[in-house]
């Protein structure tokens, strides 16, 4: 897995240098490159589609890599050019990625990683304040039941992990914090509402600072 997290992240620096270059020298490439990108990114698409319900996850993360990078491509080879206006927008979209990584590389990951556009996988949640409870990113996606989450602190653009490998067993539709000293460890409750009842877990973790798993968990019912 780390080593496919690190082949996606050399895969879009290099494809983003790439379609530097090939922007300021685009005029003198011949015409029919710019149509062989186009019909590279057209047959990435239909193979994701064709495997984006596959078994193997590595497979459509590489593909979703692939439609990403074979849309930045084209754009660089086109824009110069006497193409159709929407053409170039479409492509343009996909040069977005380029402040995105810039800004938030660590959500371009999230994004790769997951071989989604929607990065509400990630079920991202609000604590407190900045605090948020984020569900661990793998390259292979985890069920509800057994997933893990961490919790991290929104500064600025960057994120402070502050526990990590919390599990809960199922899918929060809600937490909160009972209790937090980043520099020790932090209380949290996490609420799963069902039709005539709602479940609990109160879980006790040490930071991250402190390099110490899950102390205690208690669920209850609140009838």
């Known amino acids: 897995m780390?080593?496919?997290?690190?082949?996606l992240l050399i895969t879009i620096i290099s494809c983003l240098v790439?379609?530097?270059?090939?922007?300021?020298?685009?005029?003198?490439?011949?015409?029919?490159i710019s149509y062989l990108?186009?019909?590279?990114?057209?047959?990435?698409?239909?193979?994701?589609?064709?495997?984006?319900n596959s078994i193997h996850e590595e497979r459509v993360v590489m593909l979703f890599a692939l439609i990403i990078c074979s849309g930045i491509i084209p754009f660089t080879l086109i824009v110069r050019r006497n193409f159709p206006i929407i053409l170039k927008i479409y492509f343009g979209i996909f040069m977005l990625s380029l402040p995105l990584f810039i800004i938030a590389p660590s959500r371009?990951?999230?994004?790769?990683?997951?071989g989604y556009l929607n990065t509400e996988n990630a079920h991202e949640m609000l604590l407190?304040?900045?605090?948020y409870l984020l569900k661990e990113q793998?390259?292979?996606?985890?069920?509800?039941?057994?997933?893990?989450?961490?919790?991290?602190?929104r500064m600025g653009i960057f994120n402070k992990t502050l526990a990590r490998n919390i599990?809960?067993?199922?899918?929060?539709?809600?937490?909160?914090?009972l209790f937090l000293d980043e520099k020790s460890e932090i209380r949290l409750r996490a609420f799963k509402y069902n039709k005539t009842e709602i479940d609990s877990l109160d879980i006790t973790t040490k930071t991250v600072s402190s390099r110490d798993t899950i102390l205690k968990i208690i669920k209850t019912q609140h009838k």
Not at 128 to 131: A, E, L, M, R, S
Not at 138 to 153: C, M, P, R, S
Not at 167 to 177: H, L, Q
């Open 37 to 52: 990108a186009i019909a590279l990114h057209i047959l990435s698409i239909a193979l994701y589609l064709i495997y984006r």
């Open 18 to 32: 790439v379609s530097l270059i090939l922007l300021m020298v685009s005029p003198r490439i011949p015409l029919f």
């Open 138 to 153: 793998g390259l292979i996606k985890q069920n509800d039941n057994e997933a893990t989450y961490k919790v991290v602190k």
């Open 108 to 114: 371009m990951l999230t994004i790769l990683s997951m």
């Open 128 to 131: 407190d304040k900045n605090y």
């Open 167 to 177: 599990f809960i067993g199922f899918r929060p539709d809600s937490a909160k914090i």
């Open 2 to 7: 780390v080593a496919l997290l690190n082949f």
